[in-house]
């Protein structure tokens, strides 16, 4: 493999720390909970799992004048003024503030920067953390140069994909979730990606919380299959091809159902639109459980995603998955076997799978059974103490410690 490119081992050691020496981890991002997002989760997520053996200090974006954030005991915590995100008005990007990340951590050098987001911010803390000679680890979580066509800004995508280029390469590492991720970011001229998967909880995401009363609130009786998709309702998520899906399905199975959890730009002219299809909007916690549970078959049917933290919410809540063959769906799912996925980009297969599994509620149960087995092995604390250990190679023990 090129050394470009690397998996990450392992860990070998019994403990969390391993022994090893406590670290001051700077982590700077422009998203968090309660922002409903797969990288909010994500950072949260392996910030939790970090404080408890290290220092961590947070810098993030205040994303409206009433954010307070979920806060973590023993977390630092800098919020700072954004600015509202282009087409995403409801979201707020970090302002250049290299001058005060600098004085901060002259006062408090942290051991690494993790940089999350690909912002303002997250430039600013590059900047900053060179200059005082302090390793920097960052993110690929969103394909922001792929989302400029959904945009109408297609012209624009050869630019944004230098700007993220020259991001990364300024760093150590640059952390990716999937192998196919990395091999493609290296095609494009990435230096030094290393893949770190993600996590799922599985005992939030379980098929014990199925709710018949919430089934019967969708008009969905016991032996009529209910579709899902859990997504942002944006241009990029490709929705009309998951209500194409179930148009089909409900040719042949007149009792199918399609419910979409999820807010975003486009949802009032979907639901307009649609108004057979029940957008329940947006969902959390053990209401979003609810939601995955009480549902069938699960559609994904985007092509813009890193990795799509969904896909693994719906295998680990007992639901038989349609994607397309790329991101989680390449990394999880045997077709056939646990899920089903489709070349990408091959409409008319995507649309047969679903129909099938709609009319086949054997086959529907039997690769909903095999995927949450799956999620089983993707407990958080291992993908945690892999994230610990990455970190530690980028901070070697100092001389004579």
Known sequence: MNRSMTLVPEPTGAAING????????????????????????????????????????????????????????????????????????????????????????????????????????????????????????DFHTNFHQYTAHYGLGLLMPVALRYLRALHNRTRLTLVPTRALAVELECQGFLRLEVLERGID????????????????????????????????????????????????REQVPGVRMVVVGDGPARKAFATAHP?????????????????????????????????????????????????????????????RNGRTVACSDDDSFIRAATELAAGRAQAARLAAAARTTTLELDWSRICRRYEDILHEMCPEPAGG
């Open 19 to 138: 022994g090893r020496r406590r670290l001051h981890v700077a982590v700077v991002t422009e998203t968090w909970p309660p922002e409903v997002n797969g990288v909010a989760m994500t950072i949260h997520r392996m910030v939790d799992g970090l404080r408890t053996h290290h220092d961590v200090s947070l810098i993030r974006i205040r994303q409206g004048n009433t954010d307070t954030g979920i806060t973590l005991d023993g977390v630092d915590t800098l919020l700072l003024r954004g600015m509202p995100l282009p087409r995403y008005s409801e979201l707020r990007m970090g302002l250049p503030c290299t001058g005060l990340l600098k004085r901060r951590w002259r006062r408090e050098r942290p051991d690494v920067v993790h940089i999350v987001t690909e912002g303002p911010l997250g430039w600013s803390a590059v900047l900053a953390a060179r200059a005082l000679n302090i390793p920097v680890v960052s």
């Open 202 to 249: 599985t005992d939030l995401f379980h098929p014990r919380h199925r709710r018949a009363d919430l089934r019967e609130a969708w008009g969905a009786g016991v032996d009529d299959p209910v579709m899902l998709m859990v997504s942002r309702v944006a241009p990029e998520k490709n929705l009309p091809l998951a209500l194409r899906a179930y148009e089909r399905a």
């Open 276 to 336: 057979d299809v029940h957008f329940a909007g947006m969902q959390t916690g053990a209401p979003l459980a609810e939601h995955y549970a009480s549902a069938d078959i699960f559609l994904f049917p985007s092509l813009s995603e890193t990795f799509g933290n969904v896909t693994l919410e719906a295998m680990a809540s007992g639901l038989a998955v349609v994607a397309f063959d790329y991101a989680a769906a390449r990394e999880h799912i045997v077709d056939g």
